[in-house]
């Protein structure tokens, strides 16, 4: 079966450095996302990982390792603004999304 | 770049009443595009794949006679809630695949909040 890993809930602190992980089982691997969504909105596109490595944006970095079935989202510098839950979505074979439930973060002052 | 828009945002509605929503890419193409439906702290759930000019392709346990999906130009697809009944009631948010780009990203809408009394 197809099935998405990732903490339900992570607290961190205004400007530290906070790392979700996500491990995946998935019908073949056509990439990875990772978005975010605050509560009561849609899901705003960060990151997509379709090579192993790091891929870099700004404050959000985002890592895969397609042997390992494994991606993590790295927050730097985290703003009161950064608390929502963080959805991470790899694409299988058919090209379809599978989605997980995410990781809920809460930053606090 | 890469906008998507519902409409509405908010819709509260009778029972048996139909209801629909809109979808549009405004600054790309979309060949397809996606619907979803989200209760409250629950995962994003695939309703149907919406393909330009085609039928929808339907996820199991959706009936397609309920949720009527018309994807007529290449920047907007609509989701018709046929007789809403108050399990209805849900966040729909819809997203699109950018034609022009081999990326596979998908680019979310807004997002509709149903409510059926």
């Known amino acids: 079966g197809q099935n998405i890993d990732q903490p339900t809930e992570m607290t961190a602190t205004e400007g530290a450095i906070v790392q979700i992980n996500c491990t995946y089982q998935?019908?073949?691997?056509?990439?990875l996302f990772w978005y975010q969504q605050h509560a009561g909105e849609a899901p705003t596109f960060l990151s997509y990982?379709?090579l192993d490595g790091l891929e870099e944006k700004g404050r959000f970095s985002s890592f895969l390792s397609r042997s390992k079935g494994y991606s993590y989202l790295l927050l730097k510098e985290l703003q009161m603004k950064d608390s929502a839950s963080y959805l991470c979505a790899p694409l299988d074979s058919n090209y379809q999304l599978i989605w997980g439930a995410g990781t809920k973060l809460i930053i606090k002052p | 770049g890469a906008v998507v828009s519902q409409h509405p945002s908010r819709v509260i509605c009778k029972s048996g009443t139909s209801v629909k929503i809109e979808c549009r890419s405004l600054d790309f193409q979309a060949t397809t595009m996606f619907w979803y439906r989200q209760f409250p702290k629950q995962s994003l759930m695939l309703m149907a794949t919406s393909n330009e000019g085609s039928k929808a392709t339907y996820e199991q346990g959706v009936e397609k006679d309920k949720f009527l999906i018309n994807h007529a130009s290449l920047t907007l697809s609509t989701l018709t809630v046929t007789s809403a009944h108050p399990e209805d009631s849900s966040f729909y948010i819809c997203?699109?695949?950018?034609?022009?780009?081999?990326?596979?990203?998908?680019?979310f809408g807004p997002g509709t909040r149903l409510l059926v009394l």
């Open positions: 997203s699109a695949r950018d034609s022009g780009r081999e990326q596979e990203t998908q680019y």
């Open positions: 990982n379709v």
């Open positions: 998935t019908s073949g691997f056509n990439g």
